[in-house]
């Protein structure tokens, strides 16, 4: 079992940043490829980043790429989703996931998510 706790959202202007922390409970954590995901109103889900286990190999959709960069230290369990030049459309609730790549060696948009956190709330303000 793993449990995972979101943290670092909140407002913030356009053009602003934010950090945000998935932490793992567990001894297993640096056996999963992890990956943040974003559901804004109305919208469905969608993959952000996601990071192998090693973090060697990383994947950002293309509306992130450049802004967003992922990033994990296996010896505090957690994962960082470092956001950069936000913007309105950024807008959403941010959830981190613990799983694998099936079928895949490196990180791509094809996750597993084996378990999920509750989210933290993104509002970027124009």
């Known amino acids: 079992q793993v449990q995972l706790v979101e943290s670092g959202g909140g407002l913030v202007q356009a053009g602003g940043s934010l950090r945000l922390s998935c932490a793992a409970s567990?001894?297993?954590?640096?056996?999963?490829?992890m990956g943040w995901f974003r559901q804004a109103p109305g919208k469905e889900r969608e993959v952000v980043a996601t990071?192998?286990?090693?973090?060697?190999?990383?994947y950002y959709a293309d509306s992130v790429k450049g802004r967003f960069t992922i990033s994990r230290d296996n010896t505090k369990n957690t994962v960082y989703l470092q956001m950069n030049s936000l913007k309105p459309e950024d807008t959403a609730v941010y959830s981190c996931?613990?799983?694998?790549?099936?079928?895949?060696?490196?990180?791509?948009?094809?996750?597993?998510?084996?378990?999920w956190g509750q989210g933290t709330q993104v509002t970027v303000s124009s």
């Open positions: 996931a613990a799983g694998s790549f099936p079928g895949t060696i490196g990180a791509s948009r094809n996750f597993r998510a084996d378990y």
């Open positions: 990071i192998t286990w090693s973090g060697g190999s990383t």
């Open positions: 567990g001894r297993t954590f640096s056996t999963y490829a």
